[in-house]
């Protein structure tokens, strides 16, 4: 593994770890929004380090950050009311 498919991998764990907490219903206090936008943020950035990865292991993590991104942008839809049609 080259530096940028850990640096991706590092990304998403950070982001499961966020999710998770968010998911067992912590309170980040004032600071959601932020946190929302950093969920955000960093599959992003996780399928831009991933791209310039190399190897089997760019392709798998370049997958696991599309889900990730999926995942929060669908979750922010139904959050706001637009998913559900």
Avoid: D
Wanted: glycine fraction near 10%; proline fraction near 1%; avoid cysteine.
């Amino acid at each position: 593994m080259n530096i940028f498919s850990v640096f991706s991998l590092v990304l998403f764990l950070i982001y499961m770890a966020i999710f998770t907490l968010l998911a067992t219903g912590f309170a980040f206090w004032s600071l959601g929004i932020i946190v929302i936008i950093v969920m955000v943020a960093l599959p992003l950035l996780g399928i831009v380090s991933a791209v310039k990865g190399a190897g089997w292991s760019r392709w798998v993590l370049l997958i696991l950050n599309i889900i990730a991104l999926g995942s929060i942008v669908y979750i922010l839809l139904l959050a706001f009311g637009i998913g559900e049609v």
